[in-house]
């Protein structure tokens, strides 16, 4: 995306929103040296940056996805905000807690989770087993968060119900999937 | 209506909001007291959240790929811009260092024409660089300058060089040496080859119009053979002919030659002929009895594009590309023929080039081969 080619904050908001993913490279790129400098004056490289960065968009790209999102300052200083709540916590994980306790990261937790990393590899693993349509579909309602009417249109189906329908197979078939691989209880439990 | 939902549905519907008040109340009481119900939802969530998972990860991909590929875009372009900067400093270090030679190249063509009659000039008194004042070659002395040459002062005999170092010092000697002359003009560098005389003569003209004159032409005699047909004077023959080959030194003409085309009795054919020529002679005569000349200077050339043919321009003859020297010219009723061996042609004047046209009369083209 070229420099004439870039969105404002207000244009990139609604672009995610619209499932755009050159917005978030967009988000990324404006935002790269910035954390960089910040992660490498504070005990990482090149790579964490990166790292962060990356995770730090997603972040706002699923908090935009959630339709409650209120942009109350600058993309730049949300994304910030989020990269340095990130890079605490690997610190905090790593033993490498810094002085960087004054860093206001209210309402910018990452993700909750409730369910343990490796039952979610579990399902990561069970959607590549899925046919490109119903992976597709399954993003872009789980993921992405479209109704059903704007997935019908992105995928061609014929009507908002046959797009549900399709939905519903899906989901049905990923647990099966997952059901004759692994107990459920486990996956659960 | 909580009813109609499938499980997977009415999951969808709980974590979107989607519920009523009433229908959210009814669904958190049966999480809390049906087990499998619970169990149902929370394999829900763990699948949503690894849906979810897998699209972070997808997109997280997608930002190494294309943010990776931005952010370095500023290295890449400072690669191509030092690759781009590599290049032109290595053409311009090949263009300096062929230029280097290629000026070394052109001093080494010009001593090429080093004159070996001046011993004072050597090679390194020539070179190109100083010697654009005149846009001229010129030697160091700077009183020699090479430039092209009268075809006038052309000389007979072309010059041979030992060798590439002894070249001629003088556009006289250039031109004797029948290749090259320089100039450094507009066409800077450029030699320029020129056609190459090989030898000259004057020749005798012969007119086979007209009466017989042996009262005016004492030195030139017809004889005439025994089958009839023409022949020189011996005195002529002697000192021309010598084995059917000219001397074109020694050949010279200074009195007008008219032989007849004395036609034998017993020959029908010399009849015919002698008839056409009288018919023709008188208007040959009126209209432009001086016009074909009685002596010309038959020079033999040799052109760098391989031309075959003649120039007659005046009463000189120039022939491209033979060299046979069994030649013969002559004059029937004002009309200028060249003989090479058992060939006629028709000469005509011509300046700039012309290809040899073969007669195609037969009565004047068997007249013609009779003559000696």
Redesign the interface.
Known sequence: MSDRNKLNDEQLIIAIRLGEKDAIVQLYRDNFTTIRGYIMKNGGNNDDAEDVLQDACIAVWEKVKTGDFELKARLSTFVFAISKNIWLKRLNKMGRQTSMNDINTENMSVKDETFSSENRQIVVKMMDKLGANCKDILLMFYFEGFDMISIAEKLNYNNADTAKAKKHQCFKHLQELIRNRYNQQDLIG | MINNY?D??LF?RYSGNLLTVEERAIFEERLANDKAFN?EF??Y????????????????D???E???A??SSKNKNKTITWSIAAAMAIFLGVYVVSQFYSNQKAEQSISVIQPEADESLTTDTITTGQNNENNKGVFADGNSQLSEVPKEEIIEEPVEFKNAEAAPSTTEDLQRAGKYYWSFGDDADIPVKTDKKLSDSVVLIVALTGPLDSEKDEEIALAKTSQGATQLPKSLNNNTYSNNTYDYKTTTVKKKSILKADAPKADDVEKTIENKLADTTALANTAKPESIATQYTLEFWESPVNFKGYKLTGTTVQLYGTANKNIRLFNVNQQLYLRIDKVVYVLKPCSTGCALTLETDPTIKNYILQQP
């Open positions: 499938s997977i549905e969808d169990e929370e394999f969530q763990s699948i949503t959240l690894g849906i979810k998972d897998y699209g972070n990860a997808e997109l997280k997608y930002l190494k294309h943010g990776h931005l952010t």
